[in-house]
């Protein structure tokens, strides 16, 4: 329940970019306090104002552990490891984590570099606050240090903010210079099971809604237009050009099972642009997607054009499930565009449809709420007399 509960915050938080404008600072972001004193690498290390648990710890390269030589600040940086074979395993994954105050509850994001071990491309890791992981998994995009965010919610008050590594099994992450800020909007991503708990709502205003290589649909009331591939009246999908329509086999009820029966895919790497943006708006962009294979099948590095990104795996839920990436985002022109990067050339993203929702100003959600009010409370005296 809390878990779900996170998760419902940080989607609502992530959706209206409602947060405090100041942020924690982390201390010794890249694990210099305490030197190692050799090349090497070393399990769980004291004296830091990280804590180091179960098979985590510092490296200092070059190392038998293999980590990258260049790329990173200092002389020093973390790692996480899932290997219950080891001494050091307490039979979960590596974890690190230092006491953070939150100045107010909110979105926050991780800014960070980091790396996988060798060919371990598989290798995942997650945020948590006081022990409740509060992100999906995410992983490093190749071998050497390269940037990634991860946004999350957190209440407000001092909590323990954590980065566990969740496998597959012998498996390493690589991490350095870690940074915490608030995050106005930027990507997400979870799962759904069909119509019902899909987010599509009447009571939201569409700018797109389409099925992508279907025939459309109605979804919770709302029409998904028929698309297509290259440019349409209000969307241009470039690179992913060839359509498939063999996922019948998906798990997803109501229309969003059509929606996820046909796509496009073969971009590397493919584009979204949407048009029709007005300035200064914001908007929420979800994509509706099912799993085409056994997760960690299909890596994507997925960005926008205002700078967000994140690297997601399109296949996280299981073959035939159910997945959604979203990103929230204040429009600074009349388009945007998406650009899917595939970590395999072969493992491209599948386009299967997506919505386009201009979020309430909280101004708006303001009225809004006073309106519900006065509206419950005219109820009550009409029940009463």
Known sequence: M??????????????????????QTLADPSFESVQQGGANFYYQPTGFPWSFTSTSGVIQPPSAFAGPTTGFNGTQYAFLQTNTGSPSSNGAGGLISQTVNFPSAGNYRLSLINAYRGTQSAARYAVQIDGVTVTSSVGAFNSAFTANQINFAAPAGSHTFSLISTGPTDSTTFVDQLALSVANGGFSIGTFTGDADSGVSTSKTYTHAIDLDGSGGNVNGVTFSPGGTGAQATYTLSGAG???ASLTTNTLTGTMHSIATDFFYGGNPATLTLSGLTVGKQYLTTFYAAGFGAAGGRLQTASDS???VIYFDEDAAGQNNGTLLRDAFTATASTVTFTFTPTVAGNTYHFYGFS????????TLGLLACAATGLLARRRRSAAQ
Not at 8 to 22: H, I, K, M, N, P
Request: cysteine-free; hydrophobic content about 45%; proline content about 8%.
């Open 2 to 23: 809390k878990h779900r509960l996170y998760l419902a915050f940080a989607a609502f938080l992530s959706a209206t970019g409602v947060a405090d404008l100041r942020a």
């Open 242 to 244: 060839t359509p498939n």
């Open 306 to 308: 205002l700078g967000n």
């Open 356 to 363: 386009n929702e201009v979020v309430p100003e909280p101004g």
